[in-house]
Nanobody, 128 residues
Framework: QVRLVESGGGLVQAGGSLRLSCTAS????????MGWFRQAPGKEREGVSC????????YYADAVKGRFTISRDNARNTLYLQMNSLKPEDAAMYYC?????????????????????WGQGTQVTVSS
């Protein structure tokens, strides 16, 4: 059984930082591209950042470029998202997801995931 478990969310002031983690089990982690997605109330889900299995290729949404950093530790089956300079508009439920990419680029994955595996989410709240 595949499980993705996010952690690290919370309440932070604007300008602050958080580090999200996603620990995977039940799958061969380094076979999968991983991604962070978020959804705020009343808004559609959006791809925040994604990373291929080796970590050598990443994608960031324009809204988070220069502020967020995605990384992964395949030995620990863990995905990370370092979020700096947080803004109130970053507030959302953040989900991690896994997908085996065959012909799809990491950018296309982030923009249009067709993954079967999602975590339960971790809430990020940013006060102004």
């Amino acid at each position: 059984q595949v499980r993705l478990v996010e952690s690290g969310g919370g309440l932070v002031q604007a300008g602050g930082s958080l580090r999200l983690s996603c620990t995977a089990s039940g799958l061969r982690f380094d076979d999968y591209a991983m991604g962070w997605f978020r959804q705020a109330p009343g808004k559609e889900r959006e791809g925040v950042s994604c990373i291929i299995w080796s970590g050598s290729s990443t994608y960031y949404a324009d809204a988070v470029k220069g502020r967020f950093t995605i990384s992964r530790d395949n030995a620990r089956n863990t995905l990370y998202l370092q979020m700096n300079s947080l803004k109130p508009e970053d507030a959302a439920m953040y989900y991690c997801a896994a997908e085996r990419l065959l012909l799809k680029s990491v950018r296309d994955y982030c923009l249009g995931p067709s993954t079967d595996y999602w975590g339960q989410g971790t809430q990020v709240t940013v006060s102004s």
